[in-house]
């Protein structure tokens, strides 16, 4: 059974960091790239970032661009993203998601989500 755990949300204020972490198991995770999207409140799910199998290659939206890093601890079978410079806008439910195949999208399972919210 595929499963994908996240953690490491909670309260931060205006210019702090977090970092998130997804626990996978249940498939050959070094295999599939990885994704974090998040949904904040009363809005659609948006698309934060991607990282491919080995780790080497990642990618961005223009609005996490340099301020948040993903990465992937395979032998863990543990994907990351370290969020930095934090903003109210960035307050929302993060989710990681697993690709179906080779493509960074689409997905095929996702975690429970874990809650981030940037207020002072």
């Known amino acids: 059974e595929v499963q994908l755990v996240e953690s490491g949300g909670g309260l931060v204020q205006p210019g702090g960091s977090l970092r998130l972490s997804c626990a996978a198991s249940g498939f050959a995770f070094s295999t599939y790239p990885m994704n974090w999207v998040r949904q904040a409140p009363g809005k659609g799910l948006e698309w934060v970032s991607a990282i491919n199998p080995g780790g080497s290659s990642t990618i961005y939206s223009d609005f996490v661009k340099g301020r948040f890093t993903i990465s992937r601890d395979n032998a863990k079978n543990t994907v990351y993203l370290q969020m930095n410079s934090l903003k109210s806008e960035d307050t929302a439910v993060y989710f990681c998601?697993?690709?179906?195949?080779?493509?960074?999208?689409?997905?095929?399972?996702w975690g429970q989500g874990t809650q981030v919210t940037v207020s002072s």
């Open positions: 998601t697993k690709a179906i195949g080779s493509d960074y999208d689409p997905y095929d399972y």
